[in-house]
């Protein structure tokens, strides 16, 4: 009997949380979120953008991570800030936009049925038993964007399907 082959498309808390913090840390008008007076003390930027990326790819390494909710990863993701109280009203701040219908919601209803379509066909067609792909709020990959079975995608890549068909292609390539 043939194992059964696993598709799974999610908006993951925890890459979309790290996006979160490093938008924060740019303070960019256009950056979402974009949170003047700076109520948050994040580590110091030699510091911030490393950790960064050595969680994104600590995440996205380990099979269960991506997919948990923060709220059991909070060790993790502490060491980004300098306080509690900074990393808990940064938490809150995600939750209260993540939790509602333009945060996760939306993220995970954005492709639509036809990419949805797409990508069951493309995972068909490769040698994977799993595959699982991380969708991003913005076109910010902060780490490696494929590490074994989990692959992360941004919004914006998905926008135009040819381009969507390729850009997953190519990682799987790799």
Same mark, same amino acid.
């Not at 036809?114 to 066909?121: I, V």
């Given at each position: 009997?043939? /194992?059964?082959? +696993?598709?799974?498309?999610?908006?993951?808390?925890?890459?979309?949380?790290?996006?979160?913090?490093?938008?924060? !840390?740019?303070?960019?008008?256009?950056?979402? @979120?974009?949170? /003047?007076?700076?109520?948050?003390?994040?580590?110091?930027?030699? +510091?911030? $953008? @490393?950790?960064?990326?050595?969680?994104?790819?600590?995440?996205?390494? !380990?099979?269960?991570? @991506?997919?948990? /909710?923060?709220?059991?990863? =909070?060790? %993790?993701?502490? /060491?980004?800030?300098?306080?509690?109280?900074?990393?808990?009203?940064?938490?809150?701040?995600?939750?209260?936009?993540?939790?509602?219908? !333009?945060?996760?919601? !939306?993220?995970? $209803?954005? %492709?639509?049925?036809?990419?949805?379509?797409?990508?069951?066909?493309?995972?068909?067609?490769?040698? =994977?038993?799993?595959?699982?792909?991380?969708?991003?709020?913005?076109?910010?990959?902060?780490?490696?964007?494929?590490?074994?079975?989990?692959?992360?995608?941004?919004?914006?890549?998905?926008?135009?399907?040819?381009?969507? +068909?390729?850009?997953?292609?190519?990682?799987?390539?790799?």
């Amino acid at each position: 009997m043939k /194992p059964e082959r +696993i598709l799974t498309v999610e908006a993951s808390d925890s890459l979309n949380f790290l996006l979160h913090v490093h938008n924060y !840390a740019k303070q960019e008008k256009h950056c979402f @979120p974009y949170i /003047p007076g700076n109520p948050w003390n994040l580590q110091e930027q030699s +510091i911030l $953008r @490393p950790l960064l990326q050595q969680l994104w790819n600590e995440t996205l390494s !380990a099979p269960t991570y @991506p997919s948990l /909710p923060i709220d059991h990863q =909070k060790d %993790i993701f502490r /060491p980004l800030f300098c306080d509690e109280r900074s990393f808990e009203s940064c938490l809150d701040t995600f939750y209260s936009w993540w939790g509602n219908m !333009a945060g996760q919601m !939306a993220i995970e $209803r954005f %492709i639509g049925d036809d990419g949805y379509n797409s990508l069951y066909t493309l995972f068909q067609l490769t040698d =994977k038993e799993q595959l699982k792909i991380h969708l991003l709020y913005e076109d910010n990959i902060l780490g490696s964007s494929i590490i074994g079975d989990q692959l992360v995608i941004t919004l914006k890549e998905t926008m135009i399907q040819e381009e969507m +068909i390729n850009t997953i292609q190519n990682r799987l390539s790799k």
